[in-house]
Every structure is written in structure tokens, then in C-alpha cells.
């Protein structure tokens, strides 16, 4: 039986939209605002690296055993849920979201990230949850391994100083704990860039956005006009 919209040529094609950059730069915020806005399902990479570590946290395995996390991972079931909210994430069933967010999380991420074999099995569950189209899917190798034939990649950037204010911002915190989270981020940014698998750079092919002087609805006008441009073409 043909399914009734596959051969219809009137009917907008699904792109794949890849959103690449740094912690901070704004990545999630737009990325689930562009695929509101599109009818798209927006997938946080990240949050899969971030219930792994979780996992590796709660089973008491090293974040430098590549082995161990490989093996833990293929035994997890970890599942992003698209709600209007933002993403939900479930680790073996049980809801993680607030969870992953938290500061031994965050930094047991990009240490589980670093290793090639959980990388290759993270890719591969990535490429099955995008494969359909109509994703706007985050992370920091999206446009470069996971899609490298992306519809369309952005990178979206900021100036360093201006992602850590805006971090202190999102989760209203001054003083000494403003420093902890600047200097968390400034080591997770140096981790993600310089480690030898897949590091995070701008694929050559993507458009950057730098939003250090951009307002949100700026971004976000300026996401919808490079999707406009891919779908007239
Ligand atoms: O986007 P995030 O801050 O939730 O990501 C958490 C960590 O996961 C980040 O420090 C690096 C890693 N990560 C990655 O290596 N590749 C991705 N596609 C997404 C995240």
C-alpha cells in the first residue's frame, strides 16, 4: 500500500537541520524555537551524552573507561521526548531531565564524550532518530559526523564572556557559585574543543552565527531566513 504523502510532489520535504556550537551559545533555546515553529521535532544531542554519564555516575563506573561505558550505554535505553516544554529525557524509563542538568552531569558529559566507541554508538542512535527528516537536532557534531549532508547547518557562536553571563542569567546565580559555573564552562569548552575525536568545530559547509550582539528573536529571524532560502531552491 503507497502511504498517501509519498507521492506527492506539492508536499514540503522534511530537511535535516544541524546546530552546532558551544555550551552557552544559545544552541537550545533556538533549536526548540525553529522546530516549533516548523512542526519539526527538536533532539538535544547532548542530553544522550548527559544520561550516559548519569548512568556511568549511578553504577559507579570511571568516565575514562571507554569499555565500560560503551558497554553501559549499549545496555541503556535512553529516550529524548520532544514536549512543547523542551525535551524530556528518560534514562531506562525513569525521567532524567532535571537531573542530567546538574553540575557533576555536565561535566561527566564531555568526558564520556571524548571516547571514539561511545562517540560511534552515540553517531549511529543519532542518525536512526534524524533519519526520517523533519529534525532540527544540537549538538557539537551534528553538521561534521552525525549529518554530514545536513539540509542545513548552522554554528551557532558567542563570544565567551557573553556565554557565561548568560548562563548566570538563565539560572539566576551571582557570587562564588558564578565563578564554579564560569570556570566549568571554560573547561568543558576547552574539552569539547581539543579532544581527538570529533572536536567541536564549525563543518565547513555551515553557516555561523555569532550571537554575542544578537537578541534571541534576532536568531531566530535570521535560522527561519536560511530555512526559507533551502526550501525556495
Ligand atoms: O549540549 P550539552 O551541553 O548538553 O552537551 C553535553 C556534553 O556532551 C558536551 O560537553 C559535549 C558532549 N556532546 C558531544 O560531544 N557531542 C554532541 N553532539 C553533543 C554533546
Redesign the pocket.
Known amino acids: 500500500m503507497s502511504d498517501a504523502h509519498s507521492n506527492d510532489a506539492t508536499a514540503p520535504r522534511k530537511l535535516i537541520i544541524a546546530i552546532d556550537g558551544p ?1 552557552g551559545a544559545g ?1 537550545s533555546t533556538i533549536a526548540s524555537r525553529l522546530a516549533r515553529k516548523l512542526g519539526y521535532v527538536n533532539l ?4 544522550m ?2 544520561a550516559l554519564a548519569l548512568k556511568a555516575i549511578d553504577r559507579d563506573a570511571s568516565f575514562d573507561d571507554e569499555a565500560a561505558l560503551l558497554k553501559l550505554a549499549e545496555n541503556a535505553r535512553i529516550q529524548l521526548e520532544p514536549t512543547i516544554g523542551g525535551n524530556r529525557t528518560l534514562l531506562d524509563g525513569r525521567d532524567v531531565s532535571a537531573r542530567i542538568r546538574e553540575r557533576d552531569v ?1 561535566e561527566g ?2 568526558r564520556v ?1 571524548v571516547h571514539p566507541k561511545v562517540r560511534e554508538w552515540m553517531v549511529a542512535r543519532q542518525r536512526e532518530m534524524g533519519a526520517g527528516g523533519g529534525v532540527v537536532m544540537e ?4 553538521g561534521t559526523q552525525v549529518f554530514p549532508d545536513a539540509d542545513l547547518k548552522i554554528f551557532l557562536d558567542a563570544d565567551p564572556v557573553v556565554r557565561e553571563q548568560r548562563r548566570m542569567e538563565q539560572h539566576k546565580i551571582k557570587g562564588e557559585v558564578a565563578a564554579n559555573v564560569a570556570a566549568d564552562l571554560r573547561e ?1 569548552d576547552r574539552r ?1 574543543r581539543t579532544r581527538a575525536a570529533s572536536p567541536l568545530v564549525a563543518a565547513a559547509d555551515a553557516v555561523v552565527i555569532n550571537s554575542s550582539s544578537m537578541s534571541e528573536d534576532e536568531v531566530l529571524g535570521r535560522a527561519e531566513q536560511l530555512v526559507q532560502e533551502k526550501c525556495n531552491r
Open positions: 555550551a544552541k538535544e544531542s547532548g542530553a551524552y548527559r555536565s558529559a564531555s564524550s549538538g557539537r557534531d551534528i568543558r569539547d
